[in-house]
């Protein structure tokens, strides 16, 4: 078994199906160890019932039934929910009082991957050393026996009655809707309809070789069809999906894609008129304009390690009631359970667009403006990847000033940085640059070049494209 796909916050690698030119990590065999590990993991350290949920991926059906296999025989009892975004496991987990909780999911990556998460008591997340020690039970082949049992449960009804007595939105919009052949097609549409939207739906059908496009609604290509339909049919925003449902992306009415920081902006300002003070947890990656603006409405910014587990165990640790990423992904402890929740996290920017008079993108006209890139994904192998980005770190703290909490961040000047870190999801370099104007990026962007460029490791597909293209 490679050692490596137990990654920071869940296990993720290539699987068996669809075939690739890439050596598979999962197969039914590898995952039902992990099956027989995560339920000797979870039923030692908080009992045996467990929900499980899945996505569509082509490699799932499989791997799910060599999962379930595996951890019946360490005695659990495991509740079926069938194919539901991995938001609405965590609810489950929360709501029904489950000792744990697995989604098997790669959330966003290529069709080529599937993955493991896997949550305890309350849908906390079981991630980093945590799961180090999910591995070692397989290395020591330390699995509980027992007699385990399957049942099923539709989980969706209690889902959207509980976001229904959240949520009530002040007028009807007419929204377009984009699951990205993910876990999240055959709910979104009766979701927000629920809510008194019109709603036009695109890419319902769950399809694991995902035909339309990529399921990560953080890359604004993917959002085209989306930004088309929302213009199209004079909708007043649209939103876009990933894979499981956990990430949400938001085109205006006039098919504008924001970064998912400007997203929590929104949601700030929103949960600061309730709660004063807050704290807003958000990664590393997030625009300087989201940390000021925090401030100036009088919350505390709080940057946090990137990674969906870190930030909902910040969270939990400061007791914040809000947080995001870059990537889209969306936490709401207020009235909540705290970890992320795209369908809940589009239902509140609705609640805001409702409340608002005008069009949506007039929400941002008093938002600083600068010039930045979208998250940059640099393939460099898993096995040097930590090591290259420990290198890149002490150059630059020795030269800027720099947040080394999750890579490095450097601080160039008070409006111009770049962050640059390894992916906890897939062998690339993650990097980031914001300057106040197109020419300041340019530089920036070729400061760090200059650094990258020593690591023939790396590819830098990206070096002679404009900043606008990424």
Known sequence: MNSLIFRAYDIRGIAHKPESDKTPDLTPETIELIGKASGTYIKRK??????????????????????????????????????????????????????????????????????????????????G??????????????????????????????????????????KPLKIVVD????????????????????????????????????????KT??????????????????????????????????????????????????????????????????????????????GEPVMSKTGHSFIEKKMHELHAPLGGEISGHMF??????????????????????????????TLFDDVAKTASTQEIKSPCPDTEKFAIVEKITANFTSKYDCITIDGVRVNFDNESWAAVRSSNTSPNLTIRFEAPNQERLKEIMQIMLSELEKYPEIDLWWKDKAPQEL
């Open 46 to 127: 908080f009992g045996p019932k467990i929900a499980l949920a899945y996505d569509c991926r082509l490699s799932t059906p499989e791997l799910r039934e060599a999962f379930i296999k595996g951890m019946i025989s360490t005695g659990c009892q495991i509740t079926d929910i069938g194919m539901v975004p991995t938001p609405i496991m965590y609810f489950a987990v929360c709501k029904f009082n489950f000792d744990g909780g697995v989604c098997i999911t790669a959330s966003h990556n290529p069709k080529e991957y599937n993955g493991v998460k896997l949550v305890g008591k309350d849908a906390h997340s079981i991630c």
């Open 129 to 170: 050393d945590d799961l180090q020690d999910v591995l070692a039970i397989i290395q020591n082949e330390d699995y509980e026996t027992g007699e385990g049992s399957l049942e099923e449960l539709k989980i969706f009804p209690a889902y959207l009655g509980h976001i229904l007595d959240m949520i009530k939105i002040d």
């Open 179 to 218: 699951a990205a052949n993910g876990a999240a097609g055959p709910y979104i549409k009766p979701f927000f309809e629920a809510l008194g939207c019109e709603v036009i739906a695109l890419y319902e059908e769950p399809d694991g070789s995902f035909p339309n496009h990529e399921a990560n609604p953080e």
């Open 221 to 298: 290509a993917n959002m085209q069809d989306l930004a088309a339909a929302v213009k199209e049919n004079s909708a007043d925003l649209g939103f876009g999906f990933d894979g499981d449902g956990d990430r949400v992306g938001l085109v205006d009415e006039n098919g504008k894609h924001y970064n998912a920081d400007l997203l929590l902006l929104l949601l700030t300002r929103d949960l600061l008129t309730r709660k004063p003070g807050a704290k807003i947890v958000f990664d590393v990656k997030v625009s300087q304009v989201l940390i000021d603006d925090i401030k100036k409405h009088g």
């Open 332 to 361: 709401i402890a207020e009235n909540y359970y705290g970890f992320d929740d795209a369908m809940l996290a589009a239902a509140k920017l609705l609640k805001i667009a409702a409340a608002h008079e005008g069009p949506f993108s």
